[in-house]
């Protein structure tokens, strides 16, 4: 499966929009079906690219240890759903995250910052500064969900 031409980021990216479904906050790349992480050769990267890992190198950067995906969906591209890490911290990052999310409920995850404010605070964020809860109030989140973030930004 191919799609020739696909030679700038913005044609990737067009080309992954024209062929993905919104299923709550995830997108997800419908063609390959039977495939659990379905890939594509682009010419801008000269290879065949599973598609959350395209995504992400397009929009975050050069990927430095494992892609993993916080939701349940291998055929998401929202890379709010994915972070570079190990296997083993995939499996400590889901743990702390059903916590979270248990304490807090969902109203106070990331998801409604944009990435830049998401990169302001991975930035600004200094736990020896105790800035958490003043970045929380920038941004209307809490500090548990700040800290969050600058943890999964690392
Ligand atoms: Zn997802």
Redesign the pocket.
């Known amino acids: 499966m191919g799609a020739q031409g696909l030679n700038t980021k913005d044609a990737i990216i067009a080309y992954l929009r024209s062929k993905s479904t919104i299923s709550g906050?995830?997108?997800i790349f419908a063609p390959q079906p039977s495939m659990r992480y379905p890939r594509v050769y682009t010419t801008f990267f000269k290879r065949r690219d599973r598609i959350h890992c395209l995504a992400y190198k397009l929009i975050v950067g050069p990927i430095r240890k494992q892609l993993n995906?916080t939701?349940d969906?291998t055929r998401?591209w929202?890379i709010d759903?994915m972070y570079d890490g190990t296997q083993k911290q995939n499996c400590n990052d889901t743990i702390e995250r059903s916590r979270r999310i248990y304490a807090e409920g969902e109203d106070h995850t990331s998801s409604k910052l944009t990435n830049e404010q998401r990169s302001y605070i991975v930035k600004a964020y200094d736990p020896l500064k105790r800035n958490g809860a003043a970045l929380g109030r920038m941004f209307g989140i809490s500090r548990p969900a700040v800290r969050y973030i600058a943890r999964r930004g690392r």
């Open positions: 906050d995830c997108i995906h939701c969906n998401c929202n759903h």
